[in-house]
T-cell receptor, first 110, second 114 residues
């Protein structure tokens, strides 16, 4: 059965304290792995798509990486505005649906 | 583009009543998804459509839930009769059909069944 597991469930960081979020997955084939950001009371907002092992994508303070079993979202020198829940999702071949993990709730304190 | 539009944003209803949630996808997107989000289970896919046709409804909890997409610009998710355990945030999302494509989400409808 396809499964997406994110860790940690919650993470508290001081402003400027870099860290990484983990998304491990078991899926029969991988069409794509997606990272989303969700703010309270809002829908998930797309961040990155990764297609194959070894691939990396960057956006401001965020960098996403992918291996055959997991993905990391690295946050460099975070700011309070980076506080949100970060969701990981996978897509199998021959389907358009995304299977989501339960997310990591990130809080960055000044 | 206004993005995916959902209505209402909030709905409070009594147990046993019918609830209808509405969604307008992004123009040109041929795939539409209905998700439910709860603290306990996270984001769960309920059903998705390609070109207005239901493709996978295996996530629909039971017969009380139904979804329709009468045209490319409108979809509904109906719960009849509603129960307190249906309380959740329901999201609609759309994406271009096929390939590897990220889904764009609406703001969600927060449903409370009392």
């Amino acid at each position: 059965e396809d499964q997406v597991t994110q860790s940690p469930e919650a993470l508290r960081l001081q402003e400027g304290e870099s860290s990484s979020l983990n998304c491990s997955y078991t899926v029969s084939g991988l069409r794509g792995l997606f990272w989303y950001r969700q703010d309270p009371g809002k829908g998930p907002e797309f961040l990155f798509t990764l297609y194959s092992a070894g691939e990396e994508k960057e956006k401001e303070r965020l960098k996403a990486t992918l291996t055959k079993k997991e993905s990391f979202l690295h946050i460099t020198a975070p700011k309070p505005e980076d506080s949100a829940t970060y969701l990981c999702a996978v897509q199998r071949p021959n389907t358009d649906k995304l299977i989501f993990g339960t997310g990591t709730r990130l809080q960055v304190f000044p | 583009d206004a993005g995916v539009i959902q209505s209402p944003r909030h709905e409070v209803t009594e147990m046993g009543q019918e609830v209808t949630l509405r969604c307008k996808p992004i123009s040109g997107h041929n795939s539409l998804f209905w998700y439910r989000q709860t603290m306990m289970r996270g984001l769960e896919l309920l059903i998705y459509f390609n070109n207005n046709v239901p493709i996978d409804d295996s996530g629909m909890p039971e017969d009380r839930f139904s979804a329709k997409m009468p045209n490319a610009s409108f979809s509904t998710l109906k719960i009849q009769p509603s129960e307190p355990r249906d309380s959740a945030v329901y999201f609609c999302a759309s994406s271009p059909i096929g390939g590897v494509s990220e889904a764009f989400f609406g703001q969600g409808t927060r449903l409370t069944v009392v």
